[in-house]
């Protein structure tokens, strides 16, 4: 697989030194169980299974590289979308001359770049509204945003709020925790990072990507 200029964003996930050895051989086969978990939903979680690969030192190839920004996109994760698909843009391989999806690819460019460009600003008053929710959730989805602004201590206080808020669906609150696990784990809390991840029970692969995440924490040492 080639190296994406986008990996270099992402691989934010994981700490520098463990992001240049070679692919963990432990954590590709805890991703590849959570791909055939048996509640896997592409839809909802292809996207935290390319940043485990990229996390664990897997260079995505152009048609992953897509799918990674086309799902940040569908999750409103909107500089995370950016940081995938601008370099195929720039490149022309989206939107450019030879694309069969020209047209449908340009109108995206122009909302991923409008978008990301608003992203803090969005997330502001995505939080405002989420004190006002009955769920969680809103608070959660807003928190797993800053990611993509690499402002991991501020996606772990508010992941931490809508888990305290509560009234998530299971699948809602393990992926909480794995982003949960994430934002401790850049944010220096390894250990408390493990103990996150050790509590998902789920048969969505949220369970199987928190152990690539914990074995890319451990190897990472």
């Given at each position: 697989m080639k190296r994406c200029a986008a990996a270099i964003f992402f691989l934010a996930f994981a700490?520098?030194?463990?992001?240049?050895?070679?692919?963990?051989?432990?954590?590709?086969q805890a991703i590849e169980q959570a791909q055939a978990a048996p509640e896997f939903k592409p839809a909802i979680m292809l996207l935290d299974v390319r940043r485990v690969?990229?996390?664990?030192?897997?260079?995505?190839?152009?048609?992953?590289?897509?799918?990674?920004?086309?799902?940040?996109?569908?999750n409103k994760m909107w500089v995370e979308s950016e940081a995938?698909?601008?370099?195929?843009?720039?490149?022309?391989?989206?939107?450019?001359?030879?694309?069969?999806?020209?047209e449908r690819n340009r109108q995206l460019q122009r909302v991923v770049y409008k978008e990301a460009a608003n992203a803090r600003d969005t997330l502001v008053a995505n939080?405002?509204?989420?004190a006002g929710k009955y769920s969680g959730l809103l608070y959660t989805e807003t928190g797993?945003?800053?990611?993509?602004?690499?402002?991991?201590?501020?996606?772990?206080?508010?992941?931490?709020?809508?888990?305290?808020?509560g009234l998530l669906k299971p699948d809602e609150e393990a992926a909480a925790l794995l982003h949960l696990g994430i934002a401790?784990?850049?944010?220096?809390?390894?250990?408390?990072?493990r103990a996150t991840w050790a509590a998902i029970r789920s048969n969505t692969g949220a369970e199987q990507l928190a152990a690539a995440w914990t074995v890319i924490s451990q190897e990472a040492r």
């Open positions: 700490s520098p030194a463990f992001a240049q050895t070679p692919p963990s051989p432990l954590a590709l690969q990229i996390a664990a030192g897997v260079q995505l190839d152009t048609i992953e590289q897509i799918t990674l920004g086309e799902q940040a996109f569908n995938a698909l601008r370099p195929l843009f720039d490149a022309g391989v989206l939107g450019g001359p030879s694309d069969e999806k020209r939080e405002i509204a989420a797993e945003g800053y990611f993509g602004l690499g402002d991991f201590a501020k996606a772990e206080e508010l992941i931490r709020k809508g888990l305290v808020r401790q784990l850049r944010n220096g809390k390894a250990a408390e990072a």
